[in-house]
Nanobody, 125 residues
Framework: QVQLVESGGGLVQAGDSLRLSCAASGRTFSMYAGGWFRQAPGKEREFVAAISWSLGTTYYADSVKGRFTISRDNAKNMVYLQMNSLKPEDTAVYYC??????????????????WGKGTLVTVSS
């Protein structure tokens, strides 16, 4: 049993930055990979970024590569997503995710073990 709680979402203008945080509680260990997914209105949930708890290896969707940075603080059981140069198309509910095995760009949603409830990011033009 792992609980994930996201925070940091809000309304910003195009070009602005936001940092999302994911706090994990319960059985959280270094063996868990952390990730971020997002779901825009009328679209399917999609992969954004992931990080290995053991090695710190990172993966990014092509749409956010170079703009977003995922990081972790294992001592605090926290995962972060720094989002820079935000675009209107980044508008979505962002979900924190955890998995006992690695999260890769091709990992299906059904393979994720734990989900947060999401935090809304709205980018105006």
């Amino acid at each position: 049993q792992v609980q994930l709680v996201e925070s940091g979402g809000g309304l910003v203008q195009a070009g602005d930055s936001l940092r999302l945080s994911c706090a994990a509680s319960g059985r959280t260990f270094s063996m868990y990979a952390g990730g971020w997914f997002r779901q825009a209105p009328g679209k399917e949930r999609e992969f954004v970024a992931a990080i290995s708890w053991s090695l710190g290896t990172t993966y990014y969707a092509d749409s956010v590569k170079g703009r977003f940075t995922i990081s972790r603080d294992n001592a605090k059981n926290m995962v972060y997503l720094q989002m820079n140069s935000l675009k209107p198309e980044d508008t979505a509910v962002y979900y924190c995710a955890a998995r006992r095995n690695p999260i890769l760009t091709t990992t299906p949603m059904s393979a994720i073990d734990y989900w947060g409830k999401g935090t809304l990011v709205t980018v105006s033009s």
